[in-house]
């Protein structure tokens, strides 16, 4: 199943509607810069931070420094009044952080070991040891994704990427890279991109591309030289990869892999890291004298504004001023459809909601479940508020129970209501008030009407009539009329019919009703005698043959055609004249070749003297 990017606030570009608030970790000046971007302000002392303030991360309404020298993360009210502390192990040198369902993931690059702090219970602090000195990291699902730098000073061993299961928080596999793999990104069609920049002596920087699914590199993009350190996608789409001496950006698309901007044309020059919202791109250039700058500017790449903010600068977090409102889908139903085209029928669960509420956020798309398994392969677009389910029925129960999440950019909703279905406890209901009218003028014929049956937790797939207790013709549409014409002046007739449900279910039959066919005039007998009808095929599905029926008033000269469902003939059953009366051909599922024809949906076509009638029928192996 492919899988999907959790959405986090952390120090990776992030695209963030409405986001108007930015906060710098100024990790030499020891100080949080706020930056109002709807004044275009800025304050460089919002809150005093620890030694070596490295990243930064926010979840419900605080901030979450990770000051690696002090060996602790640093929580900061965004009304600066709460400040609090959570304690790691002493020379832990916690690296990076990333937030996740209330629990904060920090690396501790020292000493080789995953924390996982419960932001519920900041008392409540596991590890484990995953490698030497890691440091990046990133969240697919319930997988999380470590950058091992494999630094043992001076030496640079094996680079590697760690997956750790975060459902059982342990190890499942390591992965091998390029020398000193930092920071990851995911793209929309499954990659991962891991940044090596090398030993920063021979070994030039790298970017491995690894399939998310599969966890095998399928390509490696090589770079000229080893001064990167952050790797982002900018707000043209591209991957922007951002130096730690000044140089600016290079970039390469993620599509082709092909390097855009290289040594010599690299962008935003003295840039390090970047983030952009729906207005502007905001790029940190970093200084220890005398202070770090905020470069702020449009999509089209040009010059903004420009902040002094403190010294170090080298992490920031864009938030919305506004908390954002995320909806929950409203209304969820569901029914079961059938498409008849191919046969077993594809039956399927149709679902759909109401679009939620939501303020000052986007809305990426829908997550649906059923039995609390998500289903979908990627998130359904925000326009579409439907889904069919067509692999239920492969699963090994008769319960389905769903429900819809809407993803946003700052999150998720919680469960839209539930709908379910219990295939084990189906309603079957009869054919509902069925009548019939003799009809004389024009061509004289009898019509049936019914109500659709009452039915739960099924699908009705057609009904088959019956006249005086033999059968008529089957229905293989929702239809609740028919219309006889195979009928005789001054004759009673009775009828009684039976819906066909899924899984091979029959109704009980309906009421039965009586009708007395009445005189008809000289014209109504020559339209009466001109009467062609052809009945539906009988079994059907079928295998391996099939009967087909059909009556003539009249010496007629009979055309009977057999397509396959591209409309392609093949098979001529007859071409030859035949006498007033019932008559019924055998067909053996076989071609004009004698060729046996394989599963699937067929129609029969009869052609008589200006008269044309088609029908369905599968054949079924």
């Known amino acids: 199943m492919k899988k999907t990017l959790l959405i986090f606030f952390i120090v990776l570009s992030l695209r963030l509607s409405n986001a108007q608030e930015l906060y710098i970790v100024n990790s030499n000046s020891q100080t949080l810069s706020y930056v109002n971007i709807e004044t275009m302000s800025v304050s460089n002392n919002f809150a005093q931070i620890g030694l070596y303030g490295n990243h930064i991360a926010f979840h419900k309404d605080k901030l979450y420094v990770v000051n690696s020298g002090d060996h602790n993360i640093q929580v900061i009210g965004l009304n600066e009044t709460e400040h609090d502390f959570i304690y790691l192990e002493n020379s832990s040198n916690p690296w990076h952080i990333l937030i996740h369902n209330d629990f904060a993931y920090v690396t501790g690059m020292v000493t080789g070991k995953l924390y996982k702090v419960d932001l519920n219970n900041t008392k409540n602090i596991l590890n484990i040891d995953v490698g030497t000195s890691p440091q990046g990291m990133l969240i697919i699902d319930d997988a999380l994704y470590i950058a091992l730098t494999g630094l043992n000073y001076p030496i640079y061993g094996q680079g590697k990427i760690c997956v750790v299961d975060l459902n059982s928080f342990s190890i499942v596999k390591n992965i091998d890279v390029e020398t000193n793999p930092q920071e990851l990104i995911f793209d929309k069609r499954g990659y991962i991109h891991v940044l090596c920049t090398g030993n920063y002596a021979e070994n030039i920087s790298k970017v491995v591309i690894i399939n998310s699914q599969s966890h095998e590199i399928e390509h490696i993009i090589d770079f000229p030289w080893s001064f990167f350190s952050t790797i982002q996608f900018g707000a043209d789409g591209l991957v922007y990869i951002g130096s730690s001496y000044g140089l600016g950006f290079a970039t390469y698309d993620p599509l082709t892999f092909e390097i855009i901007n290289g040594f010599g044309n690299t962008l935003f020059n003295g840039g390090h890291l970047l983030l952009y919202d729906e207005q502007y791109i905001y790029v940190l250039e970093p200084s220890f004298y005398p202070n770090s700058f905020l470069n702020i500017?449009?999509?089209?790449?040009?010059?903004?504004?420009?902040?002094?903010?403190?010294?170090?600068?080298?992490?920031?977090?864009?938030?919305?001023?506004?908390?954002?409102?995320?909806?929950?889908?409203?209304?969820?139903?569901?029914?079961?459809?059938?498409?008849?085209?191919?046969?077993?029928?594809?039956?399927?669960?149709?679902?759909?909601?109401?679009?939620?509420?939501?303020?000052?956020?986007?809305?990426?798309?829908?997550?649906?479940?059923?039995?609390?398994?998500?289903?979908?392969?990627?998130?359904?677009?925000?326009?579409?508020?439907?889904?069919?389910?067509?692999?239920?029925?492969?699963?090994?129960?008769?319960?389905?129970?769903?429900?819809?999440?809407?993803?946003?950019?700052?999150?998720?909703?919680?469960?839209?209501?539930?709908?379910?279905?219990?295939?084990?406890?189906?309603?079957?209901?009869?054919?509902?008030?069925?009548?019939?009218?003799?009809?004389?003028?024009?061509?004289?014929?009898?019509?049936?009407?019914?109500?659709?049956?009452?039915?739960?937790?099924?699908?009705?797939?057609?009904?088959?009539?019956?006249?005086?207790?033999?059968?008529?013709?089957?229905?293989?549409?929702?239809?609740?009329?028919?219309?006889?014409?195979?009928?005789?002046?001054?004759?009673?007739?009775?009828?009684?019919?039976?819906?066909?449900?899924?899984?091979?279910?029959?109704?009980?039959?309906?009421?039965?009703?009586?009708?007395?066919?009445?005189?008809?005039?000289?014209?109504?007998?020559?339209?009466?005698?001109?009467?062609?009808?052809?009945?539906?095929?009988?079994?059907?599905?079928?295998?391996?043959?099939?009967?087909?029926?059909?009556?003539?008033?009249?010496?007629?000269?009979?055309?009977?055609?057999?397509?396959?469902?591209?409309?392609?003939?093949?098979?001529?059953?007859?071409?030859?004249?035949?006498?007033?009366?019932?008559?019924?051909?055998?067909?053996?599922?076989?071609?004009?070749?004698?060729?046996?024809?394989?599963?699937?949906?067929?129609?029969?076509?009869?052609?008589?003297?200006?008269?044309?009638?088609?029908k369905k029928m599968i054949l079924l192996k």
Not at 466 to 473: A, C, K, N, P, S
Not at 500 to 518: D, F, K, M, R
């Open 297 to 614: 500017y449009d999509h089209e790449h040009q010059f903004y504004h420009r902040f002094n903010i403190g010294l170090g600068s080298f992490a920031m977090v864009l938030i919305p001023k506004k908390t954002a409102v995320l909806g929950i889908p409203q209304n969820l139903t569901g029914e079961l459809r059938i498409d008849s085209r191919e046969w077993p029928p594809n039956v399927y669960m149709y679902l759909n909601w109401d679009t939620p509420v939501y303020e000052n956020t986007t809305i990426l798309g829908y997550n649906v479940f059923r039995n609390n398994i998500k289903i979908n392969l990627q998130p359904i677009y925000p326009v579409h508020t439907f889904y069919s389910d067509g692999e239920f029925q492969d699963l090994e129960t008769d319960f389905y129970e769903y429900h819809v999440i809407a993803e946003y950019v700052h999150g998720q909703s919680a469960p839209s209501n539930k709908f379910h279905i219990d295939l084990l406890n189906p309603i079957y209901g009869p054919p509902k008030h069925l009548e019939a009218v003799f009809h004389h003028e024009n061509e004289a014929h009898i019509a049936l009407e019914w109500q659709t049956p009452i039915h739960e937790n099924t699908i009705i797939l057609g009904y088959t009539i019956y006249r005086d207790d033999e059968f008529l013709d089957t229905m293989t549409t929702n239809k609740t009329t028919y219309n006889d014409y195979a009928i005789s002046p001054n004759t009673t007739y009775t009828f009684h019919i039976i819906a066909h449900y899924y899984l091979n279910a029959v109704s009980e039959p309906s009421n039965t009703v009586q009708i007395t066919t009445g005189d008809v005039t000289d014209k109504d007998i020559a339209d009466l005698s001109n009467s062609i009808r052809l009945s539906q095929n009988y079994p059907n599905p079928f295998n391996p043959n099939t009967n087909i029926d059909f009556e003539l008033q009249k010496q007629s000269h009979v055309v009977l055609d057999i397509f396959n469902f591209r409309g392609q003939k093949i098979k001529t059953l007859l071409n030859s004249n035949f006498d007033p009366g019932k008559h019924s051909v055998l067909w053996y599922g076989n071609d004009d070749n004698g060729v046996k024809v394989g599963s699937g949906l067929y129609f029969y076509r009869l052609q008589s003297n200006g008269y044309e009638s088609t």
